[in-house]
């Protein structure tokens, strides 16, 4: 059976769940901790891929404060290239916690629609990681 192309999917755990069709890109991880940079910049012309790069990034890195949560987004990366890197690289998965935010949600018609768009995204981060406050880490 022929797996389905990701067209217009850009959510790492969707693509993996639902059994799209995935060209390994993991090994990004590795190469990006590699770069120890202070900030890096990703450009790639429209379609490339960076939202689901990012999507990777978030799901490999993020602690969500729940245990359970976590395991499943380590699950993703069984059989990835990444998971072969050894603990160098596999003790980092779940350990930080992960701001998300993109700027295709800004596409709004007017300034004051895509300000009030971003800050929504801001205020859903926040809320998202509304356990971490309240922990002890």
């Not at 490999?60 to 499943?72: A, H, P, Q, S």
């Not at 980092?92 to 004051?112: D, R």
């Not at 800050?119 to 922990?135: K, L, T």
Request: aromatic share 12%.
């Amino acid at each position: 059976m022929k797996k389905a192309l990701p067209i217009g999917v850009e959510n790492f755990k969707d693509m993996i769940q639902s059994g799209y069709y995935y060209i390994d890109k993991s090994l990004f991880i590795k190469e990006l901790a590699d770069l120890k940079g202070k900030a890096n910049l990703f450009t790639r012309p429209r379609r490339f891929g960076k939202t689901l790069n990012l999507s990777m990034l978030r799901y490999f890195y993020e602690d969500t404060g729940d245990v359970k949560k976590n395991e499943e987004h380590r699950s993703l990366f069984q059989g990835l290239k990444i998971m072969e890197q050894g603990e160098e690289y596999t003790k980092h998965m779940g350990s930080y916690p992960v701001i998300n935010l993109t700027l295709k949600s800004a596409k709004q018609p007017s300034f004051e629609s895509a300000y009030g768009k971003l800050r929504d995204d801001i205020a859903d981060e926040f809320q998202r990681h509304q356990c971490i406050m309240e922990s002890e880490k």
